[in-house]
């Protein structure tokens, strides 16, 4: 069951906490990873910020991300990369969404859901002859 979002600035404005598995598409595990999301409200744009801790092979230790969510009315959004390059759209409105990018010769296939107003997950399939894993992210508010 998924929960719709009317709003997704107001939905998704704050902080959460992740929850990261990486496994490869054979079901092996790679990594995990911890931390902290937090969207905030830039210029009309909605700021994502992670960080955390990371496992993954022989690493361990910080990670970070920023994405840039430009609202584009109601539940939907267009993200882009931090610097400034687009990754895809996003709309909410049924509470899921499937979605996709190419990035060089992998592909990545990604699938948003909404659980209720405190969690959501999201899950990218990434294929290709570099990578081949899944990388499943739950978030629950801070």
């Known amino acids: 069951m998924h929960f719709a979002i009317t ?13 990261r598995d990486i496994v490869a598409t054979d079901g092996e595990p ?3 990873a911890d931390g ?7 210029d009309g744009v909605l700021v994502y910020r992670e960080t955390g801790r990371m496992r993954l ?5 910080p990670m970070s991300r920023t994405l840039l969510y430009h609202p584009a009315g109601g539940a ?3 993200v882009h990369f931090d610097h400034g390059g687009f ?6 409105s049924t509470g899921a969404w499937a979605t996709g990018h190419p ?13 209720d107003s ?25």
Do not use: N
């Not at 709003?7 to 929850?19: K, P, V």
């Not at 092979?57 to 230790?61: F, I």
């Not at 990035?103 to 659980?115: N, S, T």
């Open 76 to 78: 939907r959004a267009a």
């Open 30 to 32: 790679m990594g995990t």
């Open 118 to 142: 405190g969690r959501w997950r999201q899950e990218w399939v990434v294929t290709g002859p570099v990578k081949d894993h899944v990388i499943t992210t739950r978030f629950t508010r801070a």
């Open 87 to 92: 990754f895809h759209d996003l709309d909410l």
């Open 57 to 61: 092979g022989a690493y361990t230790g």
């Open 36 to 42: 902290e999301a937090v969207f905030a409200l830039e």
């Open 103 to 115: 990035c060089r010769d992998d592909v990545y296939r990604g699938e948003y859901a909404v659980l």
């Open 7 to 19: 709003d997704f600035t107001a939905h998704f404005a704050g902080a959460w906490r992740l929850s």
